[in-house]
């Protein structure tokens, strides 16, 4: 197997040509032409995550999250970039990101949101094309109660608490989410009509809503973690007897923590 086969799996789902003009998806440590024995899975590339590798024998590391993502002055062991290149390139290990280009297809990170949540009729939020965009939309099959819904995301996502803006007294019927940083899309999601919209990393002033609108901030890492399994069960469906496989701690690689 080479690292181009692998690559052209997951682009045949998550095409480069869409990732958003600031990414930087892709292969960003290795050669396409290598060959590779094993595949391990993470969210973040990490020094941890990269010595998982070499302890389990995997010679390439897929992750959603960008190992070199903004630009880099410096490698050093002190910096934990720096160190899981290093470690990295020295065991000979490739490194892939599928970020936003996993972010902006139906089966990727907002659409596995929706499903998750039970969701019907789920389309792309801010399309760019009839196949890729930004976010998603769907309706719960019934109406519940703000309380309601605060349960359900709850219960799906895993969460002991979530952060909202002022809880509504109507019906919720419409909701709207996006994975990760999502606060550029709150205006796609009213104007679509949505009474619920989650996402991570919104800042204060963006919880004062109007009237029969509710955010909804359920992080980060949550609202993103599921693309980690998408991709292990794209990879096991096109190269069934090929080793792949996902950080024995995935579960535990949320830098966030909450005390």
Known sequence: MKVRQIADAIESFAPLSIQEEWDNSGLCIGSPESDVTSVLLGFDCTPALVDEAVRTGA??????????????????????????????????????????????????????????LGLENIRILEPESEDSGLGALGEFPDAVSCREATAIVKNRFGLKLVRTSKPLDCPIKK?????????????????????????????????????????????????????VFILFSLLKKKFPNFAVRISENIDKSNPVYYL
């Open 59 to 116: 010679d390439m590391i897929v992750t959603h999250h960008p190992l070199i993502f903004n630009s880099l002055k410096k490698i050093t062991p002190e910096d934990p970039t720096g160190l899981a290149v290093m470690k990295a390139i020295s065991a000979g290990i490739a490194v892939y990101a599928a970020h936003t280009t996993a972010d902006k297809v139906i089966g990727g990170v907002s659409g596995a949101m929706a499903r998750k």
């Open 175 to 227: 909701v709207a989410m996006c994975g990760g940083s999502g606060s550029s899309l709150i205006s796609s999601a009213i104007d679509a009509g949505a009474q619920l919209y989650l996402c991570g990393d919104i800042s204060y002033h963006r919880f004062f809503t109007p009237d029969n609108f509710m955010l909804m901030d359920i992080g980060h890492f949550e609202s993103e973690k599921e693309i």
